[in-house]
């Protein structure tokens, strides 16, 4: 199940087997961290650009923090922040919280590469995933 911004808009759940249907997430904008909106209606992506918006949400969503999300929605990407691990197991642990939070939509069927760099204090993180419309990538800063 997708929990969005506009609940009421969503479809249908999504089965867990068996073909499954188009995908579709309200459309947003990177930059400015808003849905688009159209004349009073949210815009809809489909396909592979709706699954890549469905990831970069869920790595902005800190897990087991917000009540609104399931307790399987989410990143714990902010809890590396502050740690005294070093580089590296920091890195290791941030590639195993993107892929458990990635892997639980039945629409990703991969996380790959996972680029991970440390600069001025924060995490930026690079993914690619492979959809199953295609392949695609996702970036966060934290």
Same mark, same amino acid.
């Given at each position: 199940m997708s929990v969005t911004l506009f609940p009421l808009t969503q479809p249908a759940a999504v089965p867990t087997s068996g073909d499954l249907p188009l995908y579709r997430e309200v459309a947003w904008d990177y930059s !400015?961290?808003?849905? /688009?909106?159209?004349?009073? @209606?949210?815009? =809809? $992506? %489909?396909?592979? &650009?709706?699954? #890549?918006?469905?990831?970069?949400? $869920? /790595?902005?969503?800190?897990?087991?923090?917000? %009540? +609104? =999300?399931?307790? $399987? =929605?989410?990143? %714990? /990407?902010? @809890? /590396?922040? *502050? &740690?005294?691990?070093?580089?590296?197991?920091?890195?290791? %642990?941030?590639?195993? =919280?993107?892929?458990?939070? #990635? #892997? +639980?939509?039945?629409?990703?069927?991969?996380? *790959? !590469?996972?680029r991970i760099n440390f600069a001025d204090g924060r995490l930026m993180v690079n993914v690619e995933i492979s959809t199953v419309y295609g392949d695609g990538e996702v970036s966060e800063i934290v």
């Open positions: !400015n961290n808003v849905p /688009l909106v159209r004349q009073g @209606s949210p815009v =809809y $992506a %489909e396909g592979k &650009q709706a699954v #890549l918006v469905w990831a970069w949400k $869920a /790595l902005q969503v800190p897990r087991f923090r917000k %009540e +609104i =999300y399931t307790r $399987a =929605y989410g990143c %714990e /990407l902010d @809890s /590396l922040i *502050g &740690q005294p691990y070093s580089e590296d197991t920091k890195k290791a %642990e941030a590639r195993r =919280y993107i892929r458990e939070a #990635l #892997l +639980i939509n039945p629409y990703i069927t991969e996380v *790959g !590469n996972s």
